[in-house]
């Protein structure tokens, strides 16, 4: 049997999420021990796993970056850029000591005698079985699978010549130079690629099902380069500009529930600024309401320029099947293609595809309900990080850390061992729904996955709100005495039975 280590705190995956919660833990817990475990073969998950062209966030790194580590460079960043600052927070916090690099967890099983998480796995350069045990789980393993992007299954696919790629599996050998590519899709990586690769190509064409919302602009932020002139400190600046940025985006988010069409009139204009009405109309006008689906900043517009230079095209239309050259939509058109890049989403999974069981019990998280996006009812001594859509994923980042590590310190003051957030009597009729409101945010992966989801109830503390602008204020106030939390494994109890 595999040797089996214990720390206080297991946390999975060393991406955004998994570093910034090792980075709170140490500060503000420095007594709890504690392990990193991920798959990959280094840090930065998204940001080291996807390698095509041009890959950069698709929202602004004063907001992105953590709280505690200021961003110096343009706002919107390369996966270079973001692995290099992720690395100097690893560095210059000691947290590689922390970290177990290609260590897979398959499973975990809580046991309510000992209040411990037993978690298994393996080595994935050895195959070995791996072992640990721990008395709280952090999940901060993202939310889609690493191994493969969706792509749907259309007809004629075998029949193709060319080659197929998802960007999130692209080759690093792929030879585009001079070729015909066409790009699937209309999101964030459709708008990151096709200006990376265009120049080089023969040809691009971005086939679409339908339009998308994009906010074009310049890559800097001017406040905090006038701060810089002035000789402000790094660190002011940061918090400054960062509370500038969700300041606007917490006025764009409300102007778009309350004046849609406006917000759509000005996101319009903007692409208007680089090109023409009829390409506007037909390709760039959604038929949704702002911010249903995230909204990608492009830098410079470099897409709209690459269109407007004609080595990029927009198509919109829905593909009828594939041929031995290209695609054919339903309206008839035929599209040649030596390279087809499937720039159509990834596969949501819930808390990495782990099997997890409580006290021999499989978790079905569908049968639970979730508190605050963070915690499920039924699963003890858990949080799973799930940031956020209409602001940078790791403002929640920093926001569970400080919940984790003060329900830490709560649960040694009480002298408990274990917790696990269950419905109080005032929520037995409680309208129970879907993970998050579709007609609120609807992109096509929570769809596909809604059924696998925990379910959210009609009061904000059963749910996953997506509001960082009132979860800022009310995550920190939690009363960690409220009925909603249930305390056990008293550590004088489990003492005596040792």
């Given at each position: 049997m595999a040797k089996t280590e214990h720390f206080d705190v297991v946390i999975v995956g060393a991406g955004i999420s998994g570093v910034g919660s090792g980075y709170h833990l140490k500060e503000q817990c420095p007594d709890k021990s504690f392990v990193i475990l991920e798959a990959l073969d280094s840090f930065g998950g998204t940001w080291w796993m996807h390698r095509y062209p041009g890959i950069r966030s698709d929202s602004d790194l004063y907001t992105f970056g953590y709280r505690f580590k200021p961003w110096t460079g343009a706002p919107i960043a390369t996966a270079e850029e973001i692995l290099k600052y992720m690395d100097e927070v690893i560095e210059e916090n000691d947290l590689d000591e922390h970290i177990r690099y290609q260590h897979r967890v398959n499973n975990a099983s809580w046991d309510s005698k000992t209040s411990t998480w037993t978690v298994v796995g393996t080595r994935t350069d050895t195959n070995e079985t791996i072992r640990f045990t721990c008395n709280f789980l952090w999940m901060c393993q993202g939310y889609y699978k690493h191994s493969e992007g969706y792509t749907p299954d259309w007809p004629g696919m075998d029949k193709f010549k060319g080659q197929i790629i998802h960007p999130q599996t692209w080759p690093e050998d792929l030879d585009y130079k001079g070729k015909n590519v066409l790009v699937i899709g209309s999101g964030a990586t459709t708008a990151t690629v096709v200006p990376a690769i265009a120049a080089d190509c023969?040809?691009?064409?971005?086939?679409?099902?339908?339009?998308?919302?994009?906010?074009?602009?310049?890559?800097?932020?001017?406040?905090?380069?006038?701060?810089?002139?002035?000789?402000?400190?790094?660190?002011?600046?940061?918090?400054?500009?960062?509370?500038?940025?969700?300041?606007?985006?917490?006025?764009?988010?409300?102007?778009?529930?309350?004046?849609?069409?406006?917000?759509?009139?000005?996101?319009?204009?903007?692409?208007?600024?680089?090109?023409?009405?009829?390409?506007?109309?037909?390709?760039?006008?959604?038929?949704?309401?702002?911010?249903?689906?995230?909204?990608?900043?492009?830098?410079?517009?470099?897409?709209?320029?690459?269109?407007?230079?004609?080595?990029?095209?927009?198509?919109?239309?829905?593909?009828?099947?594939?041929?031995?050259?290209?695609?054919?939509?339903?309206?008839?058109?035929?599209?040649?293609?030596?390279?087809?890049?499937?720039?159509?989403?990834?596969?949501?999974?819930?808390?990495?595809?782990?099997?997890?069981?409580?006290?021999?019990?499989?978790?079905?998280?569908?049968?639970?309900?979730?508190?605050?996006?963070?915690?499920?009812?039924?699963?003890?001594?858990?949080?799973?990080?799930?940031?956020?859509?209409?602001?940078?994923?790791?403002?929640?980042?920093?926001?569970?850390?400080?919940?984790?590590?003060?329900?830490?310190?709560?649960?040694?003051?009480?002298?408990?061992?274990?917790?696990?957030?269950?419905?109080?009597?005032?929520?037995?009729?409680?309208?129970?729904?879907?993970?998050?409101?579709?007609?609120?945010?609807?992109?096509?992966?929570?769809?596909?996955?809604?059924?696998?989801?925990?379910?959210?109830?009609?009061?904000?503390e059963w749910q996953h709100t997506q509001d960082y602008w009132r979860e800022k204020d009310e995550i920190p106030k939690i009363d960690l005495d409220d009925p909603a939390f249930v305390y056990g494994g008293e550590v004088k109890d489990l003492a005596k039975s040792a």
């Open positions: 023969n040809h691009v064409t971005v086939l679409q099902r339908s339009p998308t919302y994009f906010i074009p602009g310049r890559n800097e932020n001017p406040m905090a380069d006038e701060l810089r002139k002035l000789g402000i400190d790094e660190t002011w600046i940061h918090e400054i500009v960062r509370r500038q940025i969700l300041f606007n985006q917490a006025e764009f988010t409300r102007r778009s529930f309350e004046e849609p069409e406006a917000v759509k009139d000005e996101l319009l204009g903007a692409v208007r600024m680089f090109l023409p009405e009829e390409d506007v109309k037909e390709h760039f006008t959604p038929r949704y309401r702002p911010w249903q689906q995230r909204v990608a900043f492009v830098p410079d517009g470099d897409i709209f320029k690459g269109i407007a230079s004609g080595k990029a095209s927009m198509v919109t239309d829905e593909i009828e099947r594939f041929t031995e050259k290209g695609v054919v939509t339903k309206s008839g058109k035929e599209i040649e293609a030596d390279i087809v890049v499937t720039a159509t989403g990834f596969n949501l999974c819930v808390l990495g595809d782990i099997d997890f069981a409580v006290d021999g019990k499989q978790v079905d998280f569908s049968d639970t309900v979730t508190y605050r996006g963070m915690m499920f009812t039924g699963v003890p001594n858990m949080v799973w990080i799930f940031g956020y859509f209409r602001a940078s994923w790791t403002l929640r980042v920093d926001l569970i850390g400080d919940f984790v590590c003060r329900l830490l310190k709560h649960m040694d003051e009480k002298g408990v061992r274990s917790v696990m957030p269950a419905l109080r009597p005032e929520d037995k009729d409680m309208v129970i729904g879907d993970w998050i409101d579709q007609d609120n945010f609807n992109p096509n992966y929570l769809r596909r996955a809604m059924h696998l989801m925990p379910k959210s109830g009609n009061k904000r």
